[in-house]
């Protein structure tokens, strides 16, 4: 399978980070390929809502900017990966402008599961995100959901984590 990895996390070698080096590890090994974006990083600027891409060029944004680099991957990829901190009890903004600017997209046609990986200070902080990627990516999609994974406080960059997510990548079929 080819997997794309979307990390939101604007800390290089953050919590996000680790579960996602741990799982990216594990799914090599199973013999997949994974491409990963440091969103973050990028400068990827939220939906304009011009509505070219469904009344002039039909799925192509009109933004020049890096979410460019991102949109091949997207159609060409069997899995999508997503992976955040949570800020303010959902998803971080960077993460969040990537899944708006899918828009253009809409039904990317070659992916058919996706997860979510979420790094939080605090328990029971997930509700948003989670009905965010459930409503506007597994059920809007019609794809699979293969696993939602979470770690908070002590748990973040813990040896059990890295674990379950290794576990998960190596499971991947
Ligand atoms: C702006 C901001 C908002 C945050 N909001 C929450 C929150 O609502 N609930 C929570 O449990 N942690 C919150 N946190 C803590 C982060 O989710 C936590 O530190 C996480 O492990 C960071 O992951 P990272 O190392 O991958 O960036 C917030 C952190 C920041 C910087």
Known sequence: MKILVLNGSPHRDGATADMVA??????????????????????????????????IEKGVCVQQDD???????ILSSDMIVFASPI????????????????????????????????????????GAAITEYFQSIVEYWGVENAGIFTANGKQNKSEEKRRELYEFGKSLR
């Open 87 to 126: 800020y303010y009890f959902t998803l971080s903004a960077q993460l969040q402008a990537v899944i708006h600017r899918t828009y253009s997209v809409d039904i990317p046609a070659n992916v058919k599961k996706v997860a979510l990986i979420m790094s939080s200070g605090s328990k029971y902080v997930y």
């Open 67 to 73: 979410m460019q680099e991102i949109y091949p991957e």
């Open 22 to 55: 741990a799982f990216t590890r594990g799914a090599e090994e199973a013999g997949h390929s994974v491409v990963r974006f440091d969103v973050a990083f990028m400068n990827i600027r939220g939906c304009m809502a011009c509505d070219s891409c469904r009344n």
